[in-house]
């Protein structure tokens, strides 16, 4: 605050050596540049949120069934392999909900933790990829959320071993349009839809916190009604220096 303040009086002892500005600097309009520099610092500060756990499952596609979840175990097992009927995806949600609609997401990243993959030896070799595509969730896992894969959001790099993999990057603009739509919840659906190789990874039952998948979200928060009231004061300010020439 210190410094917001000897900022406004510098701001207040420059318009008044100007000779175009005639009329004293009222408390109002002081009132407004100490807002105008609160709004400012405000608008640059970033909040990050996270890790953040959710609520996850493996869906198994059944044929003549459908999709089927398998909740409560301790891992995630993805492979999707069409010509030998193998399909089984991640589905993941995590609550947003304390993250302000308007606020602009600097950036969003998924972490995981291996726990084991398949693989094709040779130069170079075929090393699994995740896809992570991107829904409205509700904050309750269905089959049927296997199969909103419309929106790819984020994908790894090369998996090539266990434990930690390199965060993935998610879309910040789809987090936004979640946010604005007054959604809670940011729903994924992760496997490897391209090499068919197997990817499995650690999930919320595991009994070691820090291996469970976590969203990272940084963002800065939306201005406050301040920023009205800033406004109004500069209106203020522009109508009296108008008429005092």
């Not at 005639?22 to 540049?33: D, R």
């Not at 595509?133 to 269905?142: E, T, V």
């Not at 990874?201 to 009231?229: H, K």
């Amino acid at each position: 605050m210190c410094a917001c303040k000897n900022a406004v009086h510098i701001i207040a002892k420059k318009l008044l050596k100007k000779e175009e500005f005639k009329v004293k600097l009222t408390p109002i309009l002081v009132v407004a540049v100490v807002l105008i520099s609160f709004v400012s610092f405000q608008q640059a500060r970033a909040d990050t949120l996270g890790p953040i756990t959710g609520i996850d499952a493996q869906a198994t596609f059944s044929d003549g069934i459908g999709y089927v979840l398998n909740d409560g175990g301790t891992s995630i097992n993805t492979q999707y392999l069409p010509s030998a009927d193998v399909d089984r995806r991640a589905i993941l949600e995590f609550d947003i909900s304390s993250i302000p609609a308007s606020a602009e997401v600097l950036s969003a990243t998924l972490d995981l933790r291996i726990m084991t993959i398949t693989s094709t030896p040779g130069e170079p070799g075929i090393y699994p990829i995740l896809t992570v595509f991107g829904y409205a969730g509700d904050g309750a896992l269905s089959p049927s959320d296997a199969t909103q894969t419309g929106m790819i959001i984020g994908q790894s790099a090369t998996i090539t071993g266990l434990g930690a993999i390199p965060s993935i990057d998610l879309d910040t603009n789809f987090i936004e349009t979640l946010l604005g739509g007054g959604t809670s919840y940011l729903g994924m659906v992760a496997f490897d839809n391209d090499t068919g190789k197997q990817v499995g990874f650690y999930s919320q039952e595991y009994s070691d916190l820090a291996w469970r998948p976590t969203l990272t979200v940084a963002y800065t928060p939306e201005p406050t009604s301040l920023v009205l009231l800033a406004a109004g004061g500069m209106t203020m300010l522009r109508r009296r220096k108008r008429l005092s020439r």
